[in-house]
């Protein structure tokens, strides 16, 4: 499949476009039952027997696996278990987004972002709550937000994720709690579609005092890195981001690895990765004097250098533009993307 978000995806915004420039904009938050009418799911996951031919032509019934459909173009969404239970985009993403607002109470949560990717394989709901403020000037707004998603094909489970979007540079991060010398906990919730999934559901509820205590506990430790200079100045900064680069994107050659490559296919193999290289660390460094110039050289925003760079600009695999934004959407909301920006803040977390 060429694309992500397919005919049959459609995205609910809040107000603005989001930083991935996909969806329809309402100007108004919507409830939650308009939301999933007008991101188009209002459909559910009907669950049908799978059958087998034998090369002489008889059917063969597969008792150890369902094939999960939608129930409004009757397009399949993925094979299954005999067990795996499905929860429907209702329960999800009305129900259970309704349920964690009644138990924050205090929380102003309301839907700013819900859609699907993948022909409704996998679907999602952005719970946004009170944005704070950090930096010297106190003029670096970070918004929370609550992240619920989950996979109709089997490939991932209801996950319930504290995140954060950094309003200037449109960033996301995983929230944690933790420090530096016990280490960062995620404090996202995962309900496996298995057994009694209500049950699962009703317990989950305490996601969203999680969700409480990972803005809280995120907000002084991003306030921190925001209000110190980095030690150690420009050298250490490069070390920073070279470090957190190979770490993710393995190690980068030197010129004398080319000179000495055994043909010149690998030459020019090493030569693309070193270039690559390259230009992403002057990607990032310009960044950072940009920002640093409004907020300060602090870890902070030494960190969001990188992971601009990583979120909106590192190299991604697809057949045209719009099929690479998709696949950049998918892994900065909950793929590859998301755990590297959260380490790349807690690495930059050692420059304060």
Not at 20 to 25: I, N, S
Request: proline share 3%; glycine share 8%.
């Amino acid at each position: 499949m060429a694309h992500e978000i397919t005919s049959t995806d459609n995205v609910v915004l809040h107000k603005n476009r989001a930083w991935h420039g996909l969806g329809v904009v309402v100007e108004d938050a919507p409830t939650l039952d308009e939301a999933l009418t007008l991101a188009g799911l209002d459909w559910e996951v009907w669950q049908l027997p799978l059958t087998a031919s034998s090369p002489d032509g008889s059917r063969i019934e597969v008792d150890s696996h369902v094939l999960n459909v939608r129930s409004d173009t009757g397009d399949a969404l993925g094979v299954v278990g005999a067990g795996w239970t499905p929860i429907q985009n209702r329960v999800a993403l009305v129900d259970f987004v309704e349920a964690l607002a009644e138990e924050g109470q205090s929380m102003n949560v309301r839907v700013e972002t819900m859609g699907s990717i993948q022909a409704g394989r996998k679907v999602w709901c952005l719970a946004k709550g009170e944005s704070f403020a950090i930096g010297r000037g106190q003029d670096d707004e970070v918004v929370p937000y609550l992240l619920v998603c989950q996979g109709h094909d089997g490939s991932m489970a209801l996950r319930v994720v504290p995140t954060s979007v950094r309003v200037v540079c449109r960033n996301t991060l995983e929230l944690a709690v933790g420090s530096e010398s016990t280490g960062w906990r995620s404090t996202a919730y995962t309900i496996r579609h298995s057994g009694d999934v209500m049950d699962k559901v009703a317990e989950a509820r305490q996601a969203l005092r999680h969700w409480g205590v990972a803005v809280d506990d995120s907000r002084d430790r991003l306030s921190y890195m925001a209000s110190r200079d980095v030690e150690g100045g420009r050298q250490a900064l490069e070390e920073f981001w070279t470090s957190v680069y190979e770490r993710q994107f393995g190690a980068i050659p030197q010129h004398a690895d080319a000179v000495m490559a055994t043909s010149e296919k690998a030459r020019k193999a090493i030569d693309r990765k070193r270039n690559r290289a390259v230009s992403a660390m002057s990607a990032i460094s310009a960044r950072f004097d940009i920002e640093s110039q409004r907020f300060g050289a602090t870890p902070w925003v030494a960190a969001n250098a990188y992971t601009w760079w990583l979120q909106h600009n590192a190299p991604v695999r697809g057949r045209d533009d719009e099929a690479r934004r998709e696949v950049r959407l998918r892994s900065n909301l909950f793929g590859t993307n998301a755990a590297r920006t959260r380490e790349a803040v807690e690495m930059a977390a050692t420059l304060a």
